[in-house]
């Protein structure tokens, strides 16, 4: 997927439309200032992605202005299958759309489903994996849902993560050099993350505390030299508003206007009369001129009404006639047909009496197969109702599986609990074997035993040990999660331990085989269930006691007769009834036409008598006198609109007068307490010296981070002597990376080289940071050293999506804030690198650091001033 264009309305402070288009493929970058709107197209491209157009969540409802309204969201993008633009909109009419071109592709839940598809599942795809919001840099942060779905889409990335430690090697002249190697390096950090303490704590803190100052004094200076700049702006534009002459021109451009306007309002009224007096005087001609045309019709309708009534008076008659004689061909036709039916169902009850006999003796052996076949086929139904019953007890093969993973999960814990936890053996001299016992059993001889909680050993003719083992919390909390996950599981089944739920499901089991044996009993028997079976053994006839039956050849042929008598009668029935149908509809139409001729004849003479009170002559003379009135209005009309004034230019010049003026005022009233304010804020920083503190202050800062790396620099060689040492105690250590390692150990080198990672088991997540041969835990990690690390990975994350043909947008808000400029230069490059084949788009409010960045520049387009 790739994104090409962004629409927002009614999204916060955008209550009009605002767009972003023209995003290409590869690095893009927006880079405006503080509360232009970045974050908001962030969220509201998460809300797009990720929440259901139905939803009302806070989340949501932070989208909405604080004027209310229905936020609305639209993304074009581009996949294999073309461009798409996906649309939503939540609370009033809420609604959801994927559009290709004008096609409507999609609306409502089926929207949902196919933006769901597009990101790769219901998990909500890559967005907590590859979307950076502003402040955020954790990858493992995030609501435990976010958290869910990334952990998952990680899993799809990565093969498996794991390390191999072979046995250690090594003499005592090793021993010792490593033991005088670590005494060195705790004078400067502790532990195996190597924790700064000591002279180079000391002088980390003497650096943060100098760069804390040097940037408190920065942003102080660079607050001063703006209020400086805006202090000048604002006065020139000041003096330039209340200019005398410039109020004097607003002030007449805006009575000019007004009097203009007054003018074109008074002659649209005299337009306004004229036009009146021209739609009566049309109205007038339009009456005078129907009511003659409807007087001449009238006439000639009335003349052709009644010479037609003459003729069709004739023709209905004649038909009339006809009708009575076919009725009574029909009515003697009805009674034959009667008597051929009656002797037709005669010879066919002969015929179904003489067949069925017949039937009955050669379907007793059918009979006795069939009610067979429904005898067992019941029975096997039976058994499937029974098997079905307990199908629906116990776990079924998926539960089942569930509980073994859970079973296997708690003895790996176990074993791992065990395999760290503090470990005693004991060696009996002769003869003492048993003198050691732990909870009153005797302490095995020479059999290693984990001790995972404190233990009392009970020493025969000497007392009792304590014995307190070291903190193995960790693999016992990872134990009590498999016991607690599996009781879980087994308390959703109902049953007690695990041995009840592998018998509930082998009965499961076995039922399951039963039902199926019985079912395919039951099909082979009764393919098309009972019904069928049934209805074909009622169809066999049983024998009947009625004595000796015809002889089912005379009776068919008996029937044959009868049925040819009968297509007879019942087609000269037919025929008299069709001639009969002829001479009705032919009578029917004669009357109907008379009727409708009559009735013709009638309106036309009562719209001869209402049209002609007044006589044609005296119509024609009022229609000649509305026609000249018409005339004379129109003409009236015309010489008024001839010299109007444009009403729309006047009043936009109005409007246009009244907004310069309003606007004048409201800046001279902006303008005013805006310089007071910024002279009071210049003489405060002028009377601090704080350019004189800044310079002092960066020569301590340079100082100081000498005497820092200094000590860095000794506690990197010693680091590396150490593991040196270990390397030639170590016959082998070799790790397993996956595929996303491999991906990110070239961004790595461009930050840090040789650099490399060591990953959660569980998590999936970078776990420490090996540089310079000194492990460091991310979560120690300075605050620009994590978000570039995150950053990296999440770009070899994304590289692995489009590996595996799921190409997702990588989106940064703000996403290196805490980045040194030396380092920023070489994440520039890093992002370039891997914009060779993926959409990375870059929000940011620090134009002047990523002006360098390069990529395609994108701007919001159609945004109004103001806050967020």
Partial sequence: MRLRAIRLENVRRFTTPVTVEGIADGLNVLSEPNESGKSTLFDALQALFFKPHGSRDKEVSSLRPHAGGAPEIAVEVETEA????????WFSKAMATVHQGERLVAQSDA????????????????????WVR??????????????????????????SIGEEVEAMTGGRR?????????????????????????????AQDAVAALEAEQAALSTTVDALHEALAERSRSRRALAELEDPDAVAARQA??????????QAERHAEALETANRRLETAQLTLGTARDRLERFRAAAQEAKEAGALVSETEASAATAAETQ??????????DTALETAQAALTMAADAHRRAERAQAAREGAERRHELADRIARAEQARATMETASGAMRNGPDAAALRRIEALVAERAAALAARDATATRISMQYAPGKAGTVRRDGEPLPDGMPLPLTRSQRLEIEGIGTLDIQPGDGSANVGGLERAETALRKALDALEVESVENARRAAETRAEASQNFDSAQAVFRSLAPEGLDPLRAALARIPAPDDDGPAADPSETEAALRAAQDAAKLAQAQRDSAAERLADARAEAAKQAAALAGLRDRLRRATEAQSRAGETGEDALTEALQRALAACDAAEAQRDETARNAPDMA?????????????????????????????????????????VEERLAETEQALATARDDRDRIAHEVAVLSRLESALESARNDARERYFTPVATELKPLLQLLWPEAELTWGQDTLLPHALIRAGAEEPVDILSGGTQEQLALLVRLAFARMLSAAGRPAPVILDDALVF???????????????????LQILVLTCRQRAFRDLGGTALRLEGQRPGGL
Avoid: N
């Fill in 324 to 333: 009575a004689a076919r009725q009574k061909d029909k009515d003697a036709a």
């Fill in 82 to 89: 073309g461009r798409f633009t996906i649309a939503k909109r």
């Fill in 819 to 837: 980045t040194d400029d030396d380092r920023i230069e070489r994440m520039f490059d890093a992002l370039h690198r891997q914009a060779g084949d």
């Fill in 174 to 202: 090793m021993d010792m050099a490593l033991a005088r190697c670590r005494e060195e390096l705790e004078r400067y950090a502790s532990g195996k993350t190597r924790r700064p303490r000591g002279p180079w704590k000391e």
């Fill in 649 to 689: 230019s006047a009043r936009a010049a109005l409007q246009r007068a009244q907004s310069v003026d309003t606007r004048a005022r409201d800046e001279i009233a902006r303008l005013t307490p805006l310089l007071a304010t910024l002279d009071e804020r210049i003489a405060r920083g002028s009377g601090e010296a």
């Fill in 253 to 262: 451009r805006l009575e000019s206007a007004r009097e203009a306007m007054r």
């Fill in 111 to 130: 929207a949902e489903a196919w933006i769901a598809d597009l990101l790769g599942g219901p998990e909500g795809g890559p967005s907590g994996l590859i």
């Fill in 134 to 159: 502003q402040g955020v840099t954790d990858l493992g942060g995030g609501s435990t849902r976010e958290q869910k779905a990334a952990l998952e889409a990680r899993r799809d990335l990565m093969s």
